[in-house]
Structures are given as C-alpha cells and as structure tokens.
C-alpha cells in the first residue's frame, strides 16, 4: 500500500489531470493540481499542504526576549535563520545595540545553518536527480566516495553551528542581545581543520551542479538583501530592476496575494512576480563574495547573472564555499572574549528583523508593550515569497514539455520545484496580516 | 561538554556496529512526519553524517518522503513518527501506519505532548475566533491531539528536537530485538 500515491487522470474529451499528492525530498507537506485542455495549462495549484500552527496568533502577548526560542520552532532545518531574525526584531524594538562579537558570531551560526542545509537540499534532495536515481539510499558502492564527502560537508556546517550556537537544531547559546556561551579557542581551531578538510570536496560538488544541463529561464525579478561580505545579515534590499531598500521598508514594497488552496500566502514585490534565495543573492550579489571563493570559482561564477531557475542548485553550491571561506576568516582572526553585555532594557516599541534565510529573504516585524509583551507580529518566509513565481515556472514547463510522457512530466515538476528549494514548514503558518 | 559526550556516545555506537555480525537481516524502518517542524526529521539526517553506510546495511528504509518519491508502506518493523495530529485525514494515515507496523515510535515532542504545534488548544476565545475559519477551510480538528491520542505507542523519544542518544539507544534496541544484529 502506498499512502502518498500520485496520480495522472485522462479524460476522453482532451483533458489531463496530473495530481502530485505529496511532493518528496522536500522540507514539509506540499501537493500540486494541474488541469491540461487543449494543450494549454488551465491551472496549476501548487498547495502547501502543511498544517497551519497559528504562529501569528501564539506570539501575542508572549515575552518578546523569549520569544526567539519559540519562533525558532516554526521550522527545524532554518531554525537559526529564525532565531536570529526574531532576535534583531526584538532589538531593534528595544533599540538594544548588540556588541560587534556578538554580530559575528550571529554570521557565523547562519554559516554553519547554511552550510548544513544547502547540504541537505543539494546532496539529498538533488543530487540523485542528476545521477537518475530515486534517493541517496539507492547510489551504488562506485559512488560511495561521492556520498561519504557529501556527509562530510554537511557535518562540518553541523560541527560549526554546534561550536557557536550550542545546537544546529533550535541552538542553545543564542539569545536577545547576547550569545550566552563564547567559543573556545581549542573548539574554533577544530572546527576550522574540519571546514578545511572539506573545502576541496564543496569545489567537486560546484563542478557537478556546474555541468548540470537542467534548464529553464524566466523573466522574473531577483530580490535580495545586498550585504558588503555576503554574510546574510546586514545590508540593503535591492532587485534586479535597480530598488533600492533600506530593510525596514521591506514591507511597503510587497503585497500579499491570498491562494485559497494553499495554507500559505503569496507575495508580489512592487505588483511583480519575483524570486528570493540563493539565485537571487548571487545574480545581485556575486562580487562581494570571499576572495578565496572567487578565487577557486571564476569560471562556475560566469554563469550569473543567471535566468536559468536551476541554477539555484549551482548558486547554493557557491555559497557553500563562500560559507566554508568567511568562517574560516573569521575563526581565525578573531579572539573570541567574555564580554559584558549591557542588559536589555523594556520598553514599548516596533523592531524590524530581515535577513537571508538559506532560501531567502526573511522577514520579522514585532510591536512590544511596555512590559516586554508582544502585541503582534508580522513574519514573511522565503518560500511564500516564491509561491507565485514557482506556480509560473512549473506552467512554462509543462507547455515546453508536453510531448513527454505523464511520468517524465511529473518527474520534471518535482526536480523543478526542488529547484527552488521550498520549505513548507516555514511557509504554512501564519495568517495573512494580524493587526491589532 | 554535551556536544563531547554526544560524540563520544556515537562513536562508541559506531565501533561497536562494526564488530557485530551482520546478518544481512535488515529492520524494516517507516519515517513519518506530521504537523511539526520537521526538527526531528532533520536530527535524524545529521545522524547521518556518521551512521549513513552502516545504516544502509542495517536498515530496509521503505517510507520516508523526505528521502525518496517511491515509498512503501507495508510490513513495517517500526515505524517512527514525528508530529502532532491536527486533520482526520492524518489521523487516518497514522492508523494505517499503526496497522502496517509492528512496532510505533513517538518521535520529538509534537508527537509525545502536541506542543508546540498544539498551541492552539490554549487560545483564549478572541484567538481562537480569528483561526476559525482557517480551521474549517484546512479542515482541522477543533483539538490537535498526540501520537498517542490516535494509537497506542511501543516507545518514544522525548525532546524538541529529539534527543540523539535516545533515538540511538532505541534503535539499537529494535535492531537487537528484531534479530538484525547479534551481540554475541
């Protein structure tokens, strides 16, 4: 018996039906309808199928320096991602000031993050797309080296998050303000050996996403957070037609479009279709990556910028190698110290969080009372954002395929879905606006 | 200190897996996640990072959506399932992945205790007004129940995410149990 059966209908009067009940090798719960007449595409209907949890509605009138614990839960794979977007919310609320050491190493729990969920999009989840195989688990034993290196990776990003934050899975050490534990210079040291030891094998793996002929080109526009080192955390918004944001206006430019089917919202920036993620970072951004990544990828970086949405895949793999670099950089040029952390003061006030998340641009905005409650919240994730976008793209596939059979069709749409690395978890629970 | 010990624990699993015989027997294992974060999931997947080969020989994966498109779901030796139950539909599935496992796990602490997917079981009337037409559009429940409200249970692995070395342990106890290894 086979609970998430997919199925293809055909009618006798012209039309298809492909239903697709449970998209794999994903993060979350996500299906897909698509009615074919004529051979034009009446709709597609890509449902994020996650159970809502009510985030919106739980935060209200919890403690907003707790608050980061409990948001971090929203997702397991980019729980740091949240736990420091809320974080900055929460001070910017409270106009705290967090210390320089305390920034850094914030970019470098997103590193270990990043790494270890690019990892697990790239290797796991695509990987055997390229190779024609069903799952990682079905590789043969030629590949054993491949799939041992690509372990390897993704536990170096998990060592790095373990060293910094406590935990790569809902981090520990992380809190308002302040990092609770500093790292110690025998654990920095191993963890820089082990992201050394791994940086040859990240190159191997940009080579492969490199001379992947998957292909298919849109014209959308490429949002991102501009950041001078490409840490993922501070800068300004900007797009592939020339805005420029600061991120606290983030907001005023998006509007958010209800999807009845989904139990998700959609977002159009500026009334345009567009795209957030690593494609989008890269397209906008490539130049101020490390130096040593540039250094090992110019000719992979040639590709960019990119209209190609598979190139994600070759994006998240440069980035790995970005990630890999900075850290280094920075674990080996800086002593970390015990600090003093001035206390964080109560008061009411609105903070605005934004950051890049593995798959985009995440949004936190917060309103606290004057005792440290909140009063509501507002929180748009990456894969929302590409809601629309992958609706478009999985449209523009199915008319540029349709002499292909129903199961290489629906094999294409998952293989291009995965593309844009979507998390459900993330993009099923909220509700639209929550005002108050 | 933790993360050492933590270490230390699997790379201790890790020698002695190699020193036991393996009988070419595998344990025929089901992942299963519901309403949650999938935190669980994803802690099972670092696990990987060490255990991969070894549990390639071990374990007969046959249903984990998040590894493969072509799942199966019968003669199950356990199956572990992550999440809380907030449709009739899920609760539907989990019974026939009760029915089509001998043994069931509760993995993480959606699936032990509901929360914090269930959190909104605790809404004051005003909150609750306003998700009530999302909970009848999505057709949940009025109440998020466990794991355990739906099926009887064989074990379960607290934490949020679960705790590594308890997930370990039970394994090795199932492999053990269902004759996979043999420490002798």
Known sequence: MHIDDSSIITTNNGKEEIKLDNITKIEGHGSLDIKIKDNKVKYVKLKITENKRFYTQAIIGKSALSLPLMTSRICGTCSIAHLSCCSEAVEKALQYVPTDQTILLRKL????????????????????????????????????????????IKSAGNNLSK?????AIHATFAEVGKFSHVPKQEETKKVVAELKSIRDYVIDFIEIFYNCDFKLERDTDFVSLQTSDYSFLEGTIIDSKGESIPEDRY??????????????????????????????????????????????????????????????????????????DHSIELLESTEFKEEHNEPVTIKAGEGIGLLEAPRGTLYYMLSIDKIGKVKYGRIIVPTQQNQIGMEKSIVQLIEDNLNKSKKQLEFEIEKLIRAYDPCMSCASHFLRINWR | MLYRASRKITKLYSFIYWYLIVTGKKLKIGWFSFTCCEDSTMVWIELMNENFFKWKDLLDIRHARVLRKINKLE??????????????????????????????????????????????????????????????????????????????????????????????????????????????
């Not at chain 1, 060293?163 to 935990?167: H, Q, S, Y």
């Not at chain 2, 599935?93 to 909104?120: D, F, H, T, W, Y």
Request: proline share 2%; hydrophobic share 40%; aromatic share 10%.
């Open chain 1, 109 to 152: 729990s997103l590193y270990g993050m990043t790494i270890r969920d690019h990892s697990l999009h790239l290797y796991l989840f695509c990987l055997p797309d390229i190779f024609g195989k069903d799952s990682v688990l079905d590789f043969d034993e030629s590949q054993n080296e491949m799939i041992k290196r690509a372990f390897a």
């Open chain 1, 163 to 167: 060293v910094i934050a406590g935990r």
């Open chain 1, 251 to 324: 907001w005023d430019y998006l509007n958010d479009v209800v999807i009845p089917y989904s139990e998700a919202t959609g977002y159009n920036f500026e009334g345009r279709e567009y795209m957030v993620g690593a494609l989008s970072r890269m397209n906008l951004n490539k130049d101020n990556l490390h130096s040593s990544t540039k250094n090992d990828t110019s000719r992979f970086l040639s590709a960019f910028p990119s209209r190609n949405i598979y190139h994600n895949n070759l994006a998240q793999a440069i980035e790995t190698l970005h990630c890999v």
């Open chain 2, 75 to 184: 003669n199950i030796d356990v199956a572990f399932v992550e999440g809380a139950i907030t449709t009739e539909s899920d609760a539907r599935k989990l019974r026939s992945i009760r029915k089509n496992s001998k043994k069931l796990v509760a993995i993480g602490s959606c699936a032990i205790n509901g929360m914090p997917a269930a959190q909104r079981n605790l809404f004051d009337e005003e909150q609750k007004k306003e998700i009530e037409f999302l909970v009848e559009r999505f057709k949940q429940t009025d109440k998020v129940r466990t794991v355990k409200d739906i099926v009887s249970i064989d074990d379960e692995v607290l934490g949020c995410p679960m705790e590594e070395d308890v997930f370990l342990k039970i394994l090795d106890k199932y492999l053990n149990e269902f004759g996979v290894i043999n420490a002798h």
